[in-house]
């Protein structure tokens, strides 16, 4: 196929700049110009064209819990939402921690994603904390990263073998960076919401303890390490430091800790429960602006679908996470309309910098990158219903919210993922 995107304000995350122009398709790469006619010309009609989103840090319940998401039903969440490539976690039932698991997710992604699916592995046997997996086995078989998710390796001395491991193959440790003790059964940011509202709640130095933890270790390793959500001020100058020091680390936030806090959760709303708990108004404009000045690298939708059991329960009880592939793009809009960040900027968060991260080809509208693109309307406002989304579970904290930003279409390698109709 080869197509021709007229029209089109261009979102150059790479160049760090937005222009008018146009963008041609040709085997399933971005080429500077066809080799004959187009076989469909596409008017952008002066909306937004970018690369599409790659997501790190999305689950698929596949293995173990269909019934929540399945890849089919997560492709089509991502492509609806501009995701051109979901990096997938590892906490399903069982855990992706041996090859023939990851076989298995590779086959069924392939099989069924609309979308493309790079999967991350466990970092230990279950996600327990107490053995190494088989970390070169893994990579041979496909893993991009290994992780434990929200499961923090307690056992200093055995997280210190794995990233001496990793760091002699060149695999990329994602971690979560929370004092586990601390943070056991907590629900909310410690302070006066939390202790009016009774509920568990946890210091934003915990998030700081469990990153310094983590850095001191890299000094001893030299691993490649990604923290998956940095969502407090406290832990930013450490962040800083690392870098400065040269250690190779970079850090995501989820959407929701940039454009919600922890005041959503009056009424003991369960939608609005992740982990970690969401923050202060002044954690949420610190981390936002880490993320503007490049501090934070990626912005991630953290996609975590619960069935509505696991949600309709009491606040203490009730599962944590939220959807977020389909409300990804509309979400991060909030930041462009408040003035926070521009597209171009964003753009280099949700795109260039996880592909560049992962080692993918991605995230960029120069020549020979793949054609995974969005088209969108940064403006479109529209009123959420969760009942609309294609993914099969429903635990949107933006449900009923008015947003700004419409995906009009999605491809991958130049096919068609999504056109809105």
Not at 302 to 307: A, G, K, L, S
């Amino acid at each position: 196929m080869k197509l021709l995107f007229q029209n089109a304000r261009l979102i150059d995350p790479e160049a760090g700049e937005e222009r008018l122009g146009e963008l041609a398709v040709e085997d399933g790469v971005i080429v500077s110009a066809l080799s004959g006619a187009p076989d469909e010309t596409i008017d952008c009609g002066g909306k937004c064209l970018a690369p599409g989103i790659v997501d790190l840090g999305v689950k698929v319940s596949e293995p173990g819990e269909r019934h929540k998401e399945s890849f089919r039903s997560a492709g089509l969440a991502a492509a609806r939402g501009g995701v051109t490539t979901m990096v997938t976690r590892p906490d399903t039932d069982p855990a992706i921690d041996t090859p023939e698991v990851l076989e298995f997710v590779s086959r069924r992604a392939q099989a069924d994603s609309v979308v493309r699916v790079v999967p991350m592995a466990a970092l230990t046997k279950g996600r327990r904390g107490e053995e190494m997996v088989e970390l070169g086995f893994l990579q041979d078989a496909g893993a991009a990263a290994f992780t434990d998710c929200d499961r923090v390796v307690a056992d200093t001395r055995l997280l210190s073998r794995a990233l001496t491991y990793a760091a002699g193959l060149g695999a990329l440790v994602v971690g979560h960076v929370q004092e586990p003790i601390l943070s056991r059964g907590a629900c909310a940011t410690s302070g006066k919401f939390a202790s009016l509202a009774g509920l568990p709640s946890v210091s934003p130095m915990a998030e700081r303890m469990g990153l310094d933890r983590d850095v001191s270790l890299l000094e001893m390793t030299g691993a490649r390490y990604h923290v998956d959500q940095i969502t407090t001020a406290r832990a930013l100058p450490s962040l800083e430091r690392a870098r400065k020091n040269g250690l190779d680390i970079t850090a995501g936030v989820g959407i929701h800790h940039l454009t919600l806090n922890e005041f959503d959760v009056a009424g003991y709303r369960t939608f609005f429960k992740v982990k970690p708990p969401l923050r202060s108004e002044e954690d949420r404009i610190a981390v936002i602006e880490a993320v503007g000045s490049g501090l934070i690298d990626v912005i991630s939708s953290m996609h975590t679908p619960q069935d509505e059991e696991s949600k309709r329960l009491p606040f203490e009880e009730a599962a944590s996470g939220a959807v977020g592939l389909e409300t990804l793009l509309p979400a991060a809009m909030r930041l462009v309309h408040a003035g926070h960040l521009s597209l171009s900027q964003l753009w280099r968060a949700l795109s260039l910098n996880p592909a560049r991260r992962l080692g993918l080809a991605g995230g960029r509208l120069s020549e020979g990158a793949p054609g995974d693109l969005v088209l969108f309307d940064p403006d479109a406002p529209f009123v959420l219903d969760r009942f609309a989304l294609a993914s099969k579970s429903k635990n949107t904290p933006f449900d009923g919210m008015r947003m700004e930003g419409r995906v009009l279409g999605t491809w991958v390698g130049g096919s068609a993922a999504y056109r809105a109709g």
